[in-house]
Every structure is written in structure tokens, then in C-alpha cells.
């Protein structure tokens, strides 16, 4: 199991992701409770929801469906990461050549 | 002769059975390990070992699958391959790397045991590209080709391939292991920056031997290596390499991944290194690792000459697009009539080391046209057509020009080395491709890029520094501060003879201001610059203090 799945107490929203096992592509997880293609398709855990919410996303490593759980803090104003790191996952490679 | 047929006088190396059987059930093996993980039967731990060991990694947006070029030496229907799998189980692109190896950036788990089969119709796979083993050896770009080299590098990177591939003492080293050889007193390899880095050479005899320098290296500790010995006979090539390595992985630091690196061993133990290596060669049962002059001649002759026919040398047409190409892009062959022709992978504003599968198609066929079905990968992510009659020159430019394969911009500004950084590497801390493209958009102007003449510029994404800033003119390392990429800048670094680390300059950039902060440098660059002098040359004379105060000086 990922080690980057210890993460500190959340003080923003949370989405968790992860990549799919099967073709490495990144896959969103929230409150619905499913691995979704974007991270438009989820509803973040609130912070103090966080844990559950780790545990929920677990899962999918346990069911082999996923690889590389880890938390990301979210802007409360909607699913988007706050670190850039995790915004290139969403939106993709910045470069345009290989991106589509 | 299908378009998987190697080109007969191609000098890469040709499998035996014996190397096809293994390749085929190393596939069936690592095939059956993908099966079980997609199956639940492998959890991620237990599989990870196993996927490395084959070369695919899981990076930022999908797994990622690095092939073997050995020594950056391919022949036509090896490059017309890796097009092909580019195409049909990639997005239609590979990246040359700087350990001239090719990385396939949107491979999915399922299709791996199809690209590998691919691969082996060839006689490519893509073992030991991860992992703590002995990695790709690297070599001369120019090798077998330059006027400049006293011993053809290729055929003691072949045996040094074939000893390192599967050493059963060697496949759990304390942390990866890069070697580089070159055959030329003019260093093109970066050998000092290897964690061993071999010089070919001829005695007065004219016999074959090699110097040998370990501890080089890159990455958090930058350190220049350290000459082991002056002179190492050909037969007993091997013998030495196996002392080093056994040294390395006896004594090397396993339980600290930050000192892992041979060269903080090589660091620490100074002389007693040396001394140490010196002991176990003496003490090894040497006439096990003689190197067997047959088998140096067996395999030499997969490298033997291409058929060169008796021409003269000749001038170049006047066409000035085509002189101004030729002026950066076309090199001196050691064979009357002919010339080295490297192609840039770096056109303004495109991903350094990037090629398309139509790419790889049209090199390969321009090779098989003009270069005996022989292309090379350089470490700075181009490619070269070694051999190349210069009549042809001309009509080779025309069919580069017509691949969007004709930036005319070799050793210069915009001929920058980079990282795939954040983009792609789930180890980076920044963006590393959008500065090298902002960069050599700034520097379009070809008039400009001559003017500035040679300038090297290194853009690593991480400390781990895959983009070897430490040893760029110009080095950029984006790293995090607080959620935000900034890059810091070191000037003065320097890959060659005169190996040299960069010196950090001082507080990083922004990735807004890091463009800038280079178009500074190169403006105090132009206005202290002696005739003749190169960015380099003038920073060794004026120091690095003009360049600070031009960066930093209040507004």
C-alpha cells in the first residue's frame, strides 16, 4: 500500500486519487464512493471526513482496481487541487504535442 | 527485405538464438507476473519489483515503459519499430532520453507484453532501463565515425553490455549504475559524471587499454569522478570493471537511498577506494575475466566498417538555408567524402527529445538511404546519422526539412536538454518542458542563436537531476517552494575534459521570471565577451559576479 496515503490532518476539503491498475490512467475518488475518469464527476469528503474517506479509497487498492492511493486537498469553492502537482493530474501534461 | 530486416551493413549487434529464446521467455515470464496482477493474484508491492526490473514505471498520468538502446545505436528497422509501437500503443510519440534510451509516456499495463514482442522482433526489450543494476552504457555519439577517436567505443560497449546484462552478482547493486565509454581523447560522453566513466586508448604499442575514472555523478550530491587508474589492458578489461562494481557493492551505503550512489563511497573512502579496488583485482581468480582477444574479435565483427567507397572531400552547395543547417548540423567524418549529420530534436517551441512515429519512420528511411541503415541517439536527445556521403548531404537536408527534422540549431542555445520534469515524472517537483520551449521560443531568431554561439542549457525537474543542470553553461533546477515551481539557476557547469559542477547563483526564479532571468545572462554574456569567447570562456574569465549583479541589482 502507498505510503503516501499518511497524510496530515486535512484542513481543506479532500478528493482522493490514484491510478487505475489496468491502463495507469489517474482516477478521482469522493463521496460517491466510485473511481471516476474526472475529478468534475466527485464531491470532495469535508475535512474532518477525511479518514473515512482514506479508508473508503483503500479499498480500491485492496480490490486491485487501483494503485497509489493518496489524499488532495481541494479549494472548498470546487474540486480543484490546491497544489500544482495535483492540478497536472487533473488537467493532463501542460506540453500540447502529447497531451490529447 | 521487409521493413523488420536490419539493414546489412547496419553495425548493431546481431542476436543468436540463444539471445532470442531468452528474450522470448523473459516476455513469457513478466507476460504471466501482468496476467497475475491483473488478476489480483500480485499485490502493487509485490509487483513493482517485478515491473522494474522490466523497465516500466508508473509515473504521473500512466505507466511509463523505457527501452533499451544499447549505447544509443539503432539500425533502421529498429527505429522504424519503435514508431510504430509509438503509434499504435503510445500517443504517437517517444522521448529520447539522456541515457539514449526512449520512453513511451501512455503505456497501459494490459498492452505491455504486445510492445515487448514488438520489441524482440527487433532485438530490442527493455530490461535493466530501472532498478539498482548496471543501467545502459553510453557512448560517443560520433563513434566509428569521428576523425578524432583512437579506438571505436562500440565493440567494448557491446562486451560491457553483455557482461552487465543479468550479472548475478550485479542485479542488487546499492542503488542504480551508470557507465560511459568513450574512444576519443575529446570527451563527448560526460565521463567524469558516471559512476564510472572509461576513456579507450592505445599505448605506444598500439595496443588497446582504458583508463578508468569512478565516483562521478549527478543528482542531490553533484561530484566529479575520480581516476582510478591510467591504464587498464584490454584483457583485463572486464576483471577491473568486476573489482570496482564488487567494491561498490559490498561497501556501498544500502540503508541511506540519499548515499547509495557509488560516488559518496568513492568520496568518503578517497585513495582507499582505489586501493581497495586495487586488492580485489589482485586477489581475483583473473584468468576467469580475461577478456579473450577471439571474443573481442567475435564481437568487433558486428561493428566491422560499413563499405565506404573511395570519394573525395567536397564543397558544400551554396544554398544558405541549407549552409546554415550544415554549419551547426553536419560533422567531420574520419572517412574521406563523408560527414556525421546530427538532427536535432529540438525545434522552437517542441519537447526536447521528442520525435513522432512519422519521425521515426522518415529517419529511418533517410538512414537506410544515406547512412548504411544506421542511426545513433545522442545524450543531449538527438539523433545522429553517422555516416553520410557529403554529395547526399543536400538531399538528406530536403528529406530531414520535409520531417520538420531540420532545426538548424546543434550545440546552440535552444539545443537544450530537459527532463520530462512534472509533465510526466511522478518524482518531479516542477515543470521542466515549458521552460526548455519558453526558452527556445524566446531565442527563435537563428541570427541571434548564432550570434550567442555555443551555450548549453540543462533543465532538470528534480534533484535528481535526469536533466544534468550540475553540468550545463547554463543550469536550471525547478524544484517546489510551498505548492510553487521556482528554478533555481547554476552557471559554469561544464560536461567535457574540463568537467566542471555549475555554481548555484542565488535565489531561484519564478516560472514566470525564469526566461528572463536567462535572456539577462546572456545580455551580460554578450556585453563582457571577448572576441571568440564562448558563454563559458567568458564566465571562466569575469567570474560569476557580473552575472549576479545583473540577475539580482535592484530595479
Redesign the interface.
Same mark, same amino acid.
Given at each position: 500500500m502507498s505510503t503516501k496515503a499518511k497524510a496530515r490532518p486535512a484542513t481543506a476539503p479532500v478528493v482522493f486519487t490514484a491510478n487505475r491498475l489496468r491502463d495507469g490512467r489517474v482516477v478521482w475518488f469522493g463521496t460517491e464512493g466510485l473511481w471516476r475518469d474526472s475529478i468534475a464527476e466527485i464531491a470532495p469528503f469535508a475535512p474532518d471526513a477525511a479518514e473515512a474517506g482514506l479508508a473508503l479509497a483503500r479499498q480500491g487498492e485492496r480490490d486491485q482496481n487501483v494503485v497509489g492511493v493518496y489524499a488532495v486537498e481541494v479549494d472548498p469553492a470546487g474540486p480543484i487541487p490546491l497544489k500544482f502537482r495535483e492540478r497536472l493530474r487533473v488537467q493532463g501534461p501542460s506540453v500540447a504535442a502529447e497531451a490529447a | 527485405m521487409n521493413a523488420l530486416t536490419p539493414p546489412q551493413y547496419a553495425r548493431t549487434y546481431r542476436y543468436d538464438e540463444i539471445d532470442r529464446e531468452f528474450l522470448q521467455e523473459r516476455i513469457a515470464e513478466f507476460r504471466g507476473q501482468i496476467e497475475r496482477? $491483473?488478476a489480483?493474484e500480485l499485490? !502493487? +508491492?509485490e509487483f513493482k519489483p517485478l515491473r522494474l526490473m522490466n523497465g516500466l514505471y $508508473? /509515473? $504521473?498520468?500512466?505507466?511509463m515503459l523505457r527501452v533499451a538502446i544499447p549505447y544509443g545505436l539503432l539500425n533502421s528497422a529498429q527505429l522504424r519499430q519503435l514508431g510504430r509501437i509509438a503509434r499504435r500503443w503510445d500517443?504517437?510519440?517517444g522521448h529520447f532520453t539522456t541515457r539514449q534510451n526512449i520512453q513511451f509516456?501512455?503505456?497501459? $499495463? !494490459?498492452d505491455v507484453p504486445a510492445m515487448l514482442e514488438a520489441l524482440a522482433e527487433v532485438d530490442m526489450h527493455a530490461i535493466q532501463t530501472s532498478g539498482n543494476c548496471i543501467r545502459n552504457t553510453t557512448t560517443d555519439e560520433y563513434a566509428g565515425a569521428t576523425p578524432d577517436e583512437v579506438v571505436d567505443p562500440l565493440v567494448y560497449a557491446e562486451i560491457l553490455r553483455q557482461w552487465s546484462t543479468l550479472h548475478p552478482e550485479f542485479t542488487w547493486l546499492p542503488r542504480k549504475f551508470k557507465i560511459a565509454i568513450t574512444g576519443s581523447p575529446n570527451d563527448r560522453v560526460a565521463a567524469q559524471v558516471h559512476d564510472v566513466g572509461v576513456l579507450a586508448k592505445r599505448n605506444e604499442r598500439g595496443e588497446v587499454g582504458f583508463e578508468v575514472h569512478a565516483g562521478g555523478g549527478l543528482g542531490r550530491t553533484p561530484i566529479i569522478a575520480r581516476k582510478l587508474r591510467d591504464w587498464v589492458p584490454e584483457s583485463e578489461f572486464l576483471a577491473y570493471m568486476e573489482a570496482v562494481l564488487r567494491v561498490y557493492n559490498a561497501l556501498g551505503q544500502r540503508e541511506n537511498i540519499y548515499k547509495a550512489r557509488i560516488k559518496i563511497l568513492v568520496r568518503d573512502l578517497g585513495d582507499e577506494f582505489t586501493q581497495m579496488v586495487e586488492r580485489e583485482y589482485e586477489r581475483m581468480p583473473r584468468d576467469r575475466y580475461r577478456l579473450d582477444p577471439d571474443i573481442v574479435a567475435a564481437i568487433g565483427a558486428h561493428f566491422a566498417p560499413p563499405p565506404f567507397a573511395a570519394l573525395e572531400d567536397q564543397e558544400l552547395p551554396e544554398d544558405p538555408e541549407f549552409r546554415a543547417w550544415a554549419s551547426t548540423s553536419v560533422r567531420a567524418h574520419r572517412q574521406p567524402g563523408y560527414a556525421s549529420v546530427t538532427i536535432s530534436l529540438k525545434p522552437i517551441g517542441?519537447?526536447p527529445g +521528442?520525435a513522432s512515429a512519422d519521425q521515426m519512420e522518415a529517419v529511418a528511411d533517410l538512414a537506410e538511404r544515406h547512412s548504411f541503415g544506421e542511426i545513433r541517439v545522442t545524450h543531449v536527445q538527438n539523433l545522429v546519422l553517422p555516416h553520410v556521403r557529403q554529395e547526399d548531404l543536400h538531399a538528406l537536408w530536403q528529406g530531414l526539412r520535409a520531417a520538420g527534422l531540420a532545426t538548424p540549431n546543434i550545440g546552440l542555445i535552444s539545443d537544450i536538454i530537459a527532463c520530462p520534469g512534472? +509533465?510526466?515524472c511522478a518524482l518531479a517537483t516542477a515543470?521542466s518542458?515549458?521552460i526548455a /520551449?519558453r526558452i527556445s521560443e524566446r531565442f527563435a531568431s537563428l541570427d541571434r542563436q548564432h550570434d550567442i554561439g555555443e551555450c548549453f542549457i540543462n533543465i532538470s525537474g528534480c534533484i535528481n537531476a535526469c536533466g544534468h543542470h550540475h553540468v550545463a553553461h547554463i543550469g536550471i533546477l525547478g524544484v +517546489?517552494k510551498r505548492? !510553487? !515551481?521556482v528554478y533555481q539557476v547554476t552557471l559554469g557547469g561544464s560536461a567535457t575534459n574540463d568537467a566542471a559542477i555549475g555554481e548555484l547563483i542565488g535565489p531561484a526564479f519564478s516560472y514566470d521570471t525564469i526566461v528572463d532571468a536567462v535572456e539577462t545572462l546572456i545580455t551580460t554574456y554578450i556585453a563582457h565577451r571577448s572576441p571568440g569567447e564562448r558563454f563559458i570562456d567568458t564566465y571562466r574569465r569575469i567570474g560569476v559576479t557580473p552575472f549576479k549583479d545583473a540577475l539580482y541589482a535592484p530595479a
Amino acid at each position: 500500500m502507498s505510503t503516501k496515503a499518511k497524510a496530515r490532518p486535512a484542513t481543506a476539503p479532500v478528493v482522493f486519487t490514484a491510478n487505475r491498475l489496468r491502463d495507469g490512467r489517474v482516477v478521482w475518488f469522493g463521496t460517491e464512493g466510485l473511481w471516476r475518469d474526472s475529478i468534475a464527476e466527485i464531491a470532495p469528503f469535508a475535512p474532518d471526513a477525511a479518514e473515512a474517506g482514506l479508508a473508503l479509497a483503500r479499498q480500491g487498492e485492496r480490490d486491485q482496481n487501483v494503485v497509489g492511493v493518496y489524499a488532495v486537498e481541494v479549494d472548498p469553492a470546487g474540486p480543484i487541487p490546491l497544489k500544482f502537482r495535483e492540478r497536472l493530474r487533473v488537467q493532463g501534461p501542460s506540453v500540447a504535442a502529447e497531451a490529447a | 527485405m521487409n521493413a523488420l530486416t536490419p539493414p546489412q551493413y547496419a553495425r548493431t549487434y546481431r542476436y543468436d538464438e540463444i539471445d532470442r529464446e531468452f528474450l522470448q521467455e523473459r516476455i513469457a515470464e513478466f507476460r504471466g507476473q501482468i496476467e497475475r496482477r $491483473l488478476a489480483g493474484e500480485l499485490t !502493487e +508491492d509485490e509487483f513493482k519489483p517485478l515491473r522494474l526490473m522490466n523497465g516500466l514505471y $508508473l /509515473q $504521473l498520468h500512466a505507466y511509463m515503459l523505457r527501452v533499451a538502446i544499447p549505447y544509443g545505436l539503432l539500425n533502421s528497422a529498429q527505429l522504424r519499430q519503435l514508431g510504430r509501437i509509438a503509434r499504435r500503443w503510445d500517443r504517437g510519440f517517444g522521448h529520447f532520453t539522456t541515457r539514449q534510451n526512449i520512453q513511451f509516456n501512455w503505456t497501459k $499495463l !494490459e498492452d505491455v507484453p504486445a510492445m515487448l514482442e514488438a520489441l524482440a522482433e527487433v532485438d530490442m526489450h527493455a530490461i535493466q532501463t530501472s532498478g539498482n543494476c548496471i543501467r545502459n552504457t553510453t557512448t560517443d555519439e560520433y563513434a566509428g565515425a569521428t576523425p578524432d577517436e583512437v579506438v571505436d567505443p562500440l565493440v567494448y560497449a557491446e562486451i560491457l553490455r553483455q557482461w552487465s546484462t543479468l550479472h548475478p552478482e550485479f542485479t542488487w547493486l546499492p542503488r542504480k549504475f551508470k557507465i560511459a565509454i568513450t574512444g576519443s581523447p575529446n570527451d563527448r560522453v560526460a565521463a567524469q559524471v558516471h559512476d564510472v566513466g572509461v576513456l579507450a586508448k592505445r599505448n605506444e604499442r598500439g595496443e588497446v587499454g582504458f583508463e578508468v575514472h569512478a565516483g562521478g555523478g549527478l543528482g542531490r550530491t553533484p561530484i566529479i569522478a575520480r581516476k582510478l587508474r591510467d591504464w587498464v589492458p584490454e584483457s583485463e578489461f572486464l576483471a577491473y570493471m568486476e573489482a570496482v562494481l564488487r567494491v561498490y557493492n559490498a561497501l556501498g551505503q544500502r540503508e541511506n537511498i540519499y548515499k547509495a550512489r557509488i560516488k559518496i563511497l568513492v568520496r568518503d573512502l578517497g585513495d582507499e577506494f582505489t586501493q581497495m579496488v586495487e586488492r580485489e583485482y589482485e586477489r581475483m581468480p583473473r584468468d576467469r575475466y580475461r577478456l579473450d582477444p577471439d571474443i573481442v574479435a567475435a564481437i568487433g565483427a558486428h561493428f566491422a566498417p560499413p563499405p565506404f567507397a573511395a570519394l573525395e572531400d567536397q564543397e558544400l552547395p551554396e544554398d544558405p538555408e541549407f549552409r546554415a543547417w550544415a554549419s551547426t548540423s553536419v560533422r567531420a567524418h574520419r572517412q574521406p567524402g563523408y560527414a556525421s549529420v546530427t538532427i536535432s530534436l529540438k525545434p522552437i517551441g517542441g519537447i526536447p527529445g +521528442d520525435a513522432s512515429a512519422d519521425q521515426m519512420e522518415a529517419v529511418a528511411d533517410l538512414a537506410e538511404r544515406h547512412s548504411f541503415g544506421e542511426i545513433r541517439v545522442t545524450h543531449v536527445q538527438n539523433l545522429v546519422l553517422p555516416h553520410v556521403r557529403q554529395e547526399d548531404l543536400h538531399a538528406l537536408w530536403q528529406g530531414l526539412r520535409a520531417a520538420g527534422l531540420a532545426t538548424p540549431n546543434i550545440g546552440l542555445i535552444s539545443d537544450i536538454i530537459a527532463c520530462p520534469g512534472m +509533465d510526466y515524472c511522478a518524482l518531479a517537483t516542477a515543470r521542466s518542458i515549458p521552460i526548455a /520551449q519558453r526558452i527556445s521560443e524566446r531565442f527563435a531568431s537563428l541570427d541571434r542563436q548564432h550570434d550567442i554561439g555555443e551555450c548549453f542549457i540543462n533543465i532538470s525537474g528534480c534533484i535528481n537531476a535526469c536533466g544534468h543542470h550540475h553540468v550545463a553553461h547554463i543550469g536550471i533546477l525547478g524544484v +517546489d517552494k510551498r505548492g !510553487e !515551481e521556482v528554478y533555481q539557476v547554476t552557471l559554469g557547469g561544464s560536461a567535457t575534459n574540463d568537467a566542471a559542477i555549475g555554481e548555484l547563483i542565488g535565489p531561484a526564479f519564478s516560472y514566470d521570471t525564469i526566461v528572463d532571468a536567462v535572456e539577462t545572462l546572456i545580455t551580460t554574456y554578450i556585453a563582457h565577451r571577448s572576441p571568440g569567447e564562448r558563454f563559458i570562456d567568458t564566465y571562466r574569465r569575469i567570474g560569476v559576479t557580473p552575472f549576479k549583479d545583473a540577475l539580482y541589482a535592484p530595479a
